[in-house]
């Protein structure tokens, strides 16, 4: 039954089809031949030409200026020119708890002033060097190492001493080392020359200034007795 029902079907179909195609081919030419009239047959359209006019432009009015006016002074009230007198100033008079006794000496009226120094603000010129009296500080010894006696005199139990004179810079270094006296002579001049140019002080000051000091020391040396 299912396969005679769909063989049913698809041959109303298939003839459904076949009416549909040929009612439209038959229509087809019926369509075909109505053709819109031709231009020529259509009524001459008359030309319109439009010629547009300007309009004259307004002239424009020359605009006067306008006159300013002066301002009008302000009128004053009658009387406005007169000043009101300013107030005068209130005196009051002390009141004193005490009196004052009228008979008392008259103080002078100079003060008598000591008459100043004369002082220099200009720094104090200064020399090349200074000796130990001149100095507003003394020098102060800041490295001092002994020096070493000679193995030759110590060997042969000599003593002696040296007197040496140095120059103490600004920066409180040693310079100009020089033997003043000597006893025994060349025996220990090296020693000491050695050993003062490697002490170090604090220069001393003139004024609060550092500056160069000639300075002198004597160095003796002496065997301990056993």
């Not at 409180?172 to 003043?180: A, M, N, S």
């Not at 002490?199 to 300075?215: D, H, M, N, Q, S």
Request: overall charge positive; hydrophobic content about 40%.
């Amino acid at each position: 039954m299912t396969t005679f029902r769909s063989f049913w079907g698809w041959t109303f179909a298939l003839f459904g089809s076949v009416v549909l195609n040929v009612s439209l081919f038959g229509l087809m030419p019926g369509l075909i031949q109505r053709i819109p009239d031709r231009p020529d047959t259509l009524k001459d359209i008359e030309q319109i030409r439009v010629i547009r006019i300007k309009r004259p432009e307004p002239v424009a009015r020359k605009q006067r200026p306008e006159k300013i006016k002066p301002a009008r002074p302000e009128k004053k009230p009658a009387g406005s020119h007169m000043r009101s007198p300013a107030p005068r100033p209130v005196t009051l008079k002390p009141h004193l708890a005490f009196q004052l006794n009228p008979k008392l000496p008259a103080a002078p009226m100079d003060l008598v002033m000591p008459g100043l120094e004369h002082f220099s603000m200009d720094a104090p010129v200064l020399k090349a060097h200074y000796s130990m009296g001149e100095l507003d500080s003394p020098l102060i010894p800041l490295v001092k190492i002994p020096p070493i006696y000679p193995i030759r005199a110590s060997r042969r139990g000599v003593g002696g001493f040296v007197t040496v004179q140095f120059l103490v810079t600004k920066n409180g270094k040693v310079e100009h080392i020089k033997i003043l006296k000597a006893r025994p002579e060349n025996i220990f001049n090296q020693n000491v020359i050695h050993c003062v140019s490697q002490w170090k002080f604090k220069p001393g000051t003139v004024e609060g200034i550092p500056v160069a000091t000639l300075a002198r020391t004597t160095i003796r040396f002496k065997l301990e007795k056993e």
